[in-house]
């Protein structure tokens, strides 16, 4: 068992979950009250890391934010930034494939709440801030939680694009995904099977534990 590798996922999932959860939150809201040209546009673009292979986004990753790109020159040599084959690059490339796993199920929470309810929030004067906090995010939060749990165990596992941009550096990029890979390329079956065993547990684990914990929210509601 590779627990530098395990303990190296668990980070990045938390990392790109708390980057992750405020925007989709704000952006899901958007989503769920507003209409304006292009929505249709922003929703598609949202749900690409849906259809597209992992390796595809990771290989776009690589070739924007990389040394030779003008972008990836900026960042090192104004901010002294490098993302390519580092653990801030995962962070990145990890928040932009799980866009679509935490918007969904938030902006379908939000669309949920009755016009009745934001009318009388409106009626008593409320700000949409306080509204926000007081009224929908009590609401939404079976959304929200669903939205964790998918991100965290999604990002637990995620494979291609974190080869793609990280590589397999141990302590820097090596997640536990990538130690199964490597494990199976030298024949080490035991450890790739005991890591890949962890990783089911978990994910059934979690996901019993979401789904039961969301249907007792919703009775509560």
């Given amino acids: 068992m590779d627990w530098q590798s395990l ?4 980070k990045l999932a938390a990392i790109s979950v708390l ?3 405020p925007l989709a939150i704000l952006l899901s809201r958007l989503l769920a009250y507003r209409e304006f040209h292009g929505k249709s546009w922003i929703e598609a673009l949202i749900m690409v890391p849906l259809v597209l292979p992992p390796t595809v986004i990771g290989y776009y990753l690589l070739v924007g934010l990389g040394s030779e790109s003008w972008l990836g020159q900026w960042l090192q040599q104004t901010l002294g930034v490098q993302l390519v084959f580092h653990f801030s690059g995962l962070v990145v490339a990890s928040v932009l494939v799980n866009i679509p796993f935490a918007v969904q199920p938030i902006q379908r929470a939000f669309e949920a709440i009755p016009q009745d309810v934001r009318d009388a929030c409106a009626c008593c004067g409320m700000s949409r801030t306080k509204q926000l906090f007081k009224v929908e995010l009590p609401l939404v939060w079976p959304g929200i939680l669903t939205a964790l749990v998918l991100c965290f165990s999604h990002v637990l596992g995620e494979f291609g694009v974190v080869l793609m941009m990280g590589g397999s550096i141990a302590g820097e990029t090596k997640t536990i995904s990538i130690a199964i890979y490597d494990s199976v390329q030298a024949f080490d079956f035991a450890s790739a099977g005991t890591m890949s065993l962890v990783l089911l547990l978990f994910a059934i684990t979690t996901l ?6 969301s249907r007792r929210l919703g009775r509560l509601k």
């Fill in 7 to 10: 303990w190296l996922s668990v």
């Fill in 208 to 213: 019993a534990l979401t789904t039961g914990l």
């Fill in 19 to 21: 980057v992750l959860l």
